[in-house]
C-alpha cells in the first residue's frame, strides 16, 4: 500500500468508460498522487452504468454479471492497472452494495465508500462489518440532502465521511452546490474525529471554501483531468 499522508489531500477521480479508458486515466496521475478514486455505476443506483457494468443488460446486472475483462482482472496475479504504485478507493453507486462490494474488495480496495441511500440501515451494518473484518477502510456517502446526523450510528466503524456537492450522482462536470459548504463546517463539529472528503464540481475557484470550512479531501474529476496540465494543476490545488 502507498503511504497516504496526513495532510490535505487532493484525489483524482475517474468513472471508467472501459478498463482501457482506466488504464489511460491512471497513467495519467500514477507518479503524481497517491491514492486514486474510482466511481463504479451500476446503472440502477445511477442514470448510466460505468465499466465493468457498461454494455449489460438490466437483467445481466441484477444477476451480478460483469464485463469479461473484469471477470478475468479478478483471477489473475496482475490486479487492476498500476496496482503497485496506487492505492484504489472504490465510490460504489450500485443498488446492492451488499452484494457488489465483494468484487471490489477482490480487486485490491483500500478503501471502499458506500452510499448512505442505496442500503437498509440493516444492510449498511452488514458491508461495513464484512469490510473492517476484510481489512479494508470503510466510508460512507451522503447525497446532499441526506441528514448529517445519520453518521452517528456507524461513526466508530468508519474512516471517512464524503460529502455530495452535486445533485445528480455518477456525472462529473455537474455545477456545485454550495450548500455542501456549511454541510462540512457542521460535519467537521460533529465528527471532529473523522476525515471529511466532499465529491462533486470541485473547482480551483470553490477549493479553498472547502478547505477553511474543515475538510480534509478533495475528490476531483473534470477540474483535472480535462487541465491542460494534471501535474501543474494537482500543484496549485495542493499550494491551497
Known sequence: MVQETSEIEIVPAIIPESLDDLREKLSRVARLVPTVHIDILDGDFTDKPSWPYSGLSKLERAESNLQKDFVNLLTQEDGLPF????????????????????????????????????????????VINLLNERGVEAGLVLDIETPLEVVEPFR?????????????????????????????????????????????????????????????????????????NIADTLDTFQSL
Not at 492505492?87 to 485490491?108: C, S
Not at 478503501?111 to 440501515?121: G, N
Request: net charge negative.
Open 83 to 126: 496496482w503497485d504504485s496506487l492505492n484504489f478507493e472504490f465510490h460504489l453507486m450500485v443498488a446492492n452494495p451488499i452484494i457488489e462490494v465483494e468484487h471490489w474488495i477482490t480487486a485490491g480496495a483500500m478503501r471502499i465508500m458506500v452510499h448512505y441511500e442505496a442500503v437498509s440501515e440493516e444492510g449498511l451494518v452488514e
Open 156 to 228: 466508530e466503524y468508519i474512516s471517512n465521511l464524503q460529502l455530495m456537492a452535486i445533485d445528480r450522482d455518477g456525472f462529473q462536470g455537474q455545477p456545485f452546490d454550495d450548500r455542501v459548504i456549511e454541510r462540512v463546517r457542521e460535519a467537521r463539529e460533529l465528527y471532529p474525529e473523522m476525515q471529511i472528503s466532499v465529491d462533486g464540481g470541485i473547482n480551483l475557484e470553490n477549493a479553498s471554501d472547502i478547505l477553511d470550512a474543515g475538510a480534509d479531501r478533495l475528490i476531483v474529476g473534470s477540474a483535472l483531468f480535462d487541465s491542460v
